[in-house]
């Protein structure tokens, strides 16, 4: 393929101010659109006057100029995704909010509202009228909205009554009273002064607090503009907004470690690429509101790598495939509807049954789902979905770390990633690598490209799993770096036969090059609208 003939970069539309400065807006916006490798359109709708120490002069432009750039790019570069940062306007809102109408009536286009109300310096940008304008017009079509503290309580309007608010309670009244899909309140500013820079997430798929290590550093200069244009970026690739949301916290904190001072003041902060691959950039995602992360660098090294991993569902088939030579197992027994008392004691029989093989073998066993029985039997490992996580609550969560269980978490995508993190996992699996029949659920395959990401970025060893049905993909998934390969089907009743050659391959995919991880990884969620 020439390099005429390849496929265009997604477009994103910024609709903001000028920085003379060169630290904010549009400037910024620029940086950050091309850290992710797409294409901006800088959309001016406000000339600033300004340097690293002062704003001296605002000047929204005409609606109609910003009608006229709009209409230029339409039928050339329509946008994936707009970002809007500093409008300055209540006319210049309208334009927007009419533009994204026009936009949506031939296609899916992401909005991402950043409220530019009042510069780092001080300055105000935004009137009575300006403010009623966002309301009304631009957050019930937002996508996302990324306001900081301030930010969020002006957009309210509610005065002493939100000033206190916690960050929760203030994205569910900016959600719940503007219809605003996703939220998520900056905090790298005035939210918090501890070690950790927390940002609260509120979005359809995930809510909890995003946490990275708080850098000291004053060159900050432009991270309001440059978090809101990666999530648009990240939107504009596919991603579901608590995806998006910890794309832009990597690639905003990368761009804060490289901010430098260009005048007297505070500096701009600089996006680069490369944030996509950086293990210490990802952050981790709370359960809830309480703020519990555990340890946010990398688990230590595992004792033994998890090799072939089999998935079993009875003690029976457990000791055929120990007696194979497998050596990491997970017992999956799925609970009827209405399990009665004799189906528990079963289950309780196969589980000691499975315990006492393993033990035997030297093998090391996860439980599927039944925690607490699986701990009163002496088990050392389980194995839970995000779903039954988050229904532990945080009493739960807590019990469970303190039970001194191995656990190993399913993960489908970045935000899943980040929150199975934080509870110090014994490995992360990454699913499904291939389509997989058995069992539905709503994420895409992650490919082999999103399994070597994976294996780069996860703070655990990772497991593949999902649709592995021949050694061939035994082999290119250890290519990829996958410390557990699961076989379930591929194991049969007769596990002998198939276990050699799956150890051969995945020897053999060891052994060779290793496949290289993406700069960043495709979406695994389809976003609605």
């Not at 648009?232 to 904190?253: Q, R």
């Not at 293990?279 to 990398?298: D, K, N």
């Amino acid at each position: 393929m020439s390099a005429d003939a390849s496929p265009a970069r997604p477009v994103v539309w910024s609709i903001a101010g000028s920085d003379s400065g060169g630290g904010a807006g549009l400037t910024a916006d620029q940086r950050m659109a091309d850290a992710f490798g797409l294409h901006l359109c800088p959309v001016v709708a406000c000339v600033t006057a300004q340097s690293s120490v002062a704003v001296t002069r605002v000047e929204p432009l005409p609606a109609e100029l910003i009608e006229a750039q709009l209409l230029a790019l339409e039928g050339d570069m329509p946008p994936a995704a707009i970002k809007t940062g500093l409008l300055g306007g209540a006319a210049q809102v309208e334009v927007v909010a009419r533009w994204v109408d026009r936009l949506r009536a031939r296609g899916p286009v992401a909005l991402v509202v950043d409220p530019v109300l009042r510069s780092s310096t001080g300055a105000g940008f935004a009137d009575a009228a300006t403010l009623r304008a966002y309301r009304e017009l631009l957050l019930p079509r937002a996508t996302a909205l990324t306001p900081n503290r301030r930010e969020a309580v002006a957009l309210l309007g509610d005065g002493d009554d939100q000033a206190a608010a916690a960050a929760p309670a203030l994205g569910r009244a900016l959600r719940d009273g503007f219809n605003v899909r996703s939220v998520c309140i900056t905090g790298g500013d005035s939210l918090q002064d501890g070690a950790l820079a927390l940002d609260w997430l509120a979005t359809p798929n995930a809510q909890g607090w995003l946490a990275l290590p708080r850098l000291s550093t004053r060159h900050t200069h432009g991270t309001g503009c440059s978090f809101a244009t990666a999530l648009a970026c990240a939107l504009a690739l596919g991603f579901v907004e608590a995806d998006a949301a910890v794309l832009a916290k990597m690639a905003t904190t990368q761009a804060l470690r490289h901010g430098a001072a260009a005048g007297q003041g505070a500096g701009p902060v600089r996006a680069q690429p490369g944030f996509g691959l950086d293990r210490s950039l990802l952050p981790r995602l709370s359960w809830g509101e309480a703020a519990e992360f555990g340890a946010l660098a990398a688990a230590a090294d595992a004792p033994r790598r998890l090799d072939l991993y089999g998935i079993v569902d009875s003690a029976a088939l457990a000791r055929r495939t120990l007696d194979a030579g497998v050596r990491t197992l997970q017992l999956r027994i799925k609970t009827p509807a209405a399990p009665d008392a004799a189906w528990q004691a079963w289950l309780a029989d196969e589980m000691r049954d499975t315990i006492a093989a393993c033990r035997e073998a030297g093998a090391e066993l996860f439980v599927n789902d039944h925690w607490q029985l699986a701990r009163e039997l002496g088990a050392e490992g389980v194995h839970l979905g995000q779903e039954d996580l988050s229904a532990l609550g945080d009493e739960g969560r807590r019990a469970l770390r303190a039970s001194g269980l191995r656990l190993g978490i399913s993960t489908h995508s970045l935000w899943e990633l980040c929150r199975a993190a934080t509870l110090s996992p014994r490995y992360l699996a990454c699913g499904p690598v291939w389509p997989t029949l058995t069992k539905a659920m709503p994420w895409r395959p992650q490919g082999l490209d999103n399994l070597a990401w994976w294996c780069a970025m996860a703070p655990a060893p990772v497991v593949a799993i999902g649709g592995m049905l021949e050694a061939a993909q035994f082999e290119v998934a250890a290519r990829c770096g996958a410390d557990g390969l699961c076989a379930v089907r591929v194991l049969g009743a007769e596990p002998a036969r198939a276990v050699p050659g799956l150890e051969g391959a995945i020897r053999q995919g060891r052994e060779a090059a290793p496949l290289s991880p993406p700069a960043l990884p495709h979406a695994s969620l389809a976003r609605e609208g």
